[in-house]
């Protein structure tokens, strides 16, 4: 029997559990220097001058600032249509572009006298016009970067409008919707540490999810030979997209081979809430049409995504989002224009599903709108309109090549376990009534892309010497549990017990290449190139039991309930993998038992249902999230008990996105929410516990059959949440509730709905 589907433990998880994790924070590092950054306390301005005086007269302090950094600026990253001219110096030189821009560094032998020496450093602003709003922004009055002569950072889709586009259809609803802004808050800040060795290499120690990527980035932005960087990445509490190599991590490497001495910084959590990189931040104008009997027959969709003060990758995101516009219906004709702008305010990044959330809202909110005017079910207007599950391979008027899928099967399974009818019957009964408290019930149905742009990964798998397995993956686990999942994908290959099967990650030094870990891509790439070097190895240990047995290896077979290679038809002329260990030792042969492999496949499209339930009081606007039934679709789960755990986490994120998080700047580009007294980050408590319903449809884009999961619950949930506190409050003549829909934004909405 195949331990694949089953509900194994996490391997990681007694080490977490016991403490005994080893964060870049508690690396020993003896002789290390504390690096503290000075920060633009101003959102925009021009600095005349830096007075390092009386922080550099503290006892061991050296402070650096823009004029002392020797190299260039900070991406953006090399994407088609993105303004190359709005990188990121290190340091800022001449102009502050956000709060948390950088100003000074200052290095100390312990991080208190760092902390004061920074209060110490004066900074002289010249005030320039802050831009916040990215709607200001787009009209180009005030400029982030005066060279390159607008605030648009890139476009994406067409400006054209067909003016036609709605004709003959019944019925035509618009509306907003703004993806507010979140900040990704892994419960580990970023941290990193830097060491130059005797022999010149530089060793970085990095809180990331990338470390192959941040080698490349460290060597080619400081003039080095990839060879001579060692990027190690140790146990990461979390990084939700967003811990990618970053202006601190580099500069933090600088430091080390200008001083010769080692280098460590962590940040606090309040600069981790205006320095990290945010996600989201994109508003949503969308028109959809259709005939009364429910058929959509066109979609518009204009987003104007909010960049941050350096366009990265966050501009290119309203391309994700265009490719996923279309949702899991078939939509006869879209439009998208996409516009991404600097402002005075964090960069935006990628954060748990990057792009794709957005499009789910907008399609998801114009759905429930679209019902609404035509007086119709949202499920039943949803079921007109799915692309049908004979239908896959599917491709979109935007041009995605779905693998496969089952939209309405989805929809049918989320719908019978949250009791539909039963919710419906209850929300009529409570509306006849009148009372305070209000049922709403929103649906979403999504479907998101994973490894999306084709991505390769590397795995290696090598005998050890007890006859047990390591798997060497480029990919990268920081709370996704690749540890467990990885070692049973190679141990079910090799018929060995996942026990005996350990994954190794995180080094670039110990494993050749990698891509890292974002956009859900892992176990459909990273998890198959393990299986395929898995294979590699038998078939090498079958050249090698041939030998040793005196047959040909085509004559061997492998047992994988047993773990034995055995001659075809005689299993007791057998070697265990511990009898071949040993004996390949003995032989110096043991090095023929490894295989690698680099593995590339086209996007899988993992999908889902959400129902949510919610109770609003329209007295107090107090909503409470009484119910959320998830069904999510990743094709074949590797391990279910995993799969839950990500269906989870990402379903905190969805829900928290609805109804409680959202980064805030008050009109001079300060940031109103920079710690968790202030940012809406919910706990447990704050949340009920999800029904999460298993389907499983396989994709045929890999042999194991797997999507990607790990930002499905995120992806699925918001707009499910949304929609039923708007539901809630339909009676009452409520159309719109910004996001986080909590108890000022319904209140809001219940005052201009009154009014
Ligand atoms: N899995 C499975 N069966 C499948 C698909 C996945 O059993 N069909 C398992 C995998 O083998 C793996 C886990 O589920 O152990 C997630 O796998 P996958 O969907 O391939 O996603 P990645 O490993 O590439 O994770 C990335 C994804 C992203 S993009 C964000 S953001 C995110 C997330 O994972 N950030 C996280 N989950 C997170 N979980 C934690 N704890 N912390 C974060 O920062």
């Known amino acids: 029997m195949s331990i694949l589907g089953n509900r194994v433990l996490r391997k990681e998880d007694p080490r ?45 302090v050296q402070i650096f600032t823009g004029a002392d950094i020797d190299i260039g600026p900070f991406g953006p990253p090399p994407f088609p249509g993105l303004d190359q001219g709005m990188g990121r110096p290190l340091v800022a030189k001449d102009t502050v572009r956000f709060v948390g821009d950088i100003v000074a560094i200052v290095v100390s032998d312990d991080r208190a006298t760092g902390v004061d020496a920074a209060e110490l450093v004066l900074v002289d602003y010249d005030p320039l016009t802050v831009v916040v709003r990215p709607e200001d922004a787009a009209k180009d009055e005030t400029l982030l970067f005066p060279d390159s002569g607008t605030n648009v950072a890139a476009r994406s889709g067409s400006p054209e409008h067909d003016e036609k586009l709605f004709d003959g259809c019944d019925a035509v609803v618009s509306g907003t919707l703004l993806s507010q802004r979140m900040a990704p808050c892994p419960l580990e800040p970023r941290s990193a540490a830097a060491e130059v060795g005797a022999d010149g290499r530089i060793t970085a120690w990095l809180s990331t999810q990338t470390p192959h990527q941040d080698r490349m980035v460290l060597a080619g932005t400081l ?117 991404s702008v600097a402002t005075n305010t964090t ?30 079910d949202p499920g039943e207007v949803r079921r007109k309109n799915f692309i049908a599950k004979d239908a896959f391979p599917h491709t979109t008027v935007t041009h995605a090549a779905y693998d496969s899928g089952d939209y309405e099967g989805a929809l049918d399974l989320a719908l019978r376990s949250a009791g539909y009818d039963d919710l419906r019957a209850e929300q009529k009964q409570r509306r006849e009534q009148g009372g305070a408290k209000q049922l709403g019930i929103g649906i979403s149905c999504y479907v998101e892309i994973t490894n999306g742009i084709n991505e390769t990964e590397f795995g290696e798998v090598e005998i050890t010497e007890d006859g047990g397995a390591i798997v060497r993956t480029g990919s990268f686990s920081h709370g996704q549990g690749h540890e467990t999942t990885f070692a049973m994908i190679a141990a079910e290959r090799l018929g060995l017990p996942v026990e005996k099967v350990t994954v190794h990650k995180g080094d670039t030094d110990e494993i050749a290449k990698g891509t890292g870990t974002y956009g859900s891509k892992s176990t459909q790439i990273g998890g198959m190139a393990a299986r395929v070097a898995a294979d590699e190895v038998v078939e090498q240990a079958k050249k090698l039991v041939g030998d040793y047995l005196e047959t040909s290896p085509a004559d061997i077979v492998l047992d994988t309930a047993l773990g034995k290679l055995h001659v075809a038809g005689a299993p007791s002329r057998a070697l265990s993998w511990a009898e071949l260990a040993t004996r390949a030792t003995a032989d110096e042969r043991l090095g023929e038992l490894k295989a690698e492999h680099e593995f590339t496949a086209p996007p899988t499209f993992p999908f889902g249902a959400h129902i949510a339930v919610v ?13 959320l039934v998830a069904v999510d679709d990743a094709g074949t789960l590797i391990n279910p ?45 704050d949340l009920p516990s999800w029904e ?64």
Do not use: C
Not at 615 to 627: G, I, P, Q, S
Not at 646 to 663: D, N, R, S
């Open 347 to 376: 960069p935006i990044s990628a954060f748990r599903g990057a792009g794709r959330p957005e499009a789910s809202q907008a399609i998801e909110r114009a759905l429930d709108a679209f019902a609404a005017e035509i007086g119709m």
């Open 615 to 627: 109770e609003v009081d329209t007295e107090t606007a107090k909503v409470e999230l009484l119910r």
């Open 641 to 685: 008990l995993i799969a839950e755990g990500q269906v989870h986490g990402g379903v905190a994120t969805g829900v928290a996105q609805a109804l409680y998080e959202q980064v805030v700047y008050d009109d001079d580009g300060n940031p109103m929410t920079s710690t968790f007294v202030g940012y809406a980050f919910p706990s447990a408590a």
């Open 16 to 60: 977490f559990l016991r403490g005994e994790g080893r964060y870049v924070e508690n690396l020993p590092l003896a002789g290390a220097a504390s690096v503290t950054f000075v920060r633009s306390l101003l959102a925009h301005a021009r600095i005349a001058g830096v007075d390092t005086s009386a922080a550099a007269a503290l006892p061991n």
């Open 223 to 339: 003039g080095l030979d990839p060879t001579d960087v060692r990027v190690v990445a140790p146990d990461v509490g979390g990084g939700f997209g967003a811990k990618m190599i970053n202006p601190e991590e580099i500069l933090i490497v600088w430091l080390a081979r200008k001083l010769g001495r080692p280098m460590r910084w962590t940040e606090t959590r309040s600069e981790s809430m205006v320095a990290l990189p945010h996600g989201r931040a994109e508003k949503l104008d969308f028109t959809i049409g259709g005939t009364k009997d429910g058929k959509v027959l066109a979609y518009r969709l204009e987003a104007l995504q909010d960049s941050g003060a350096y366009p990265g990758l966050g501009a290119f995101l309203p391309n994700l989002t265009a490719l996923m516009s279309s949702g899991v219906y078939d939509i006869p004709t879209i439009e998208f224009e996409g516009k």
């Open 692 to 755: 999460a319903v298993e389907m499983e449809t396989p994709t045929p884009n890999n042999a194991l059959g797997a999507k990607g999961i790990g930002e499905s619950g995120t992806i699925g949930s918001t707009p499910a949440v949304h929609n039923a506190v708007i539901d809630a409050l339909a009676p009452y003549g409520v159309r719109h509730v910004d996001m986080p829909a909590n108890g000022e934004n319904v209140w809001r909405a219940l005052q201009e709905a009154k009014a």
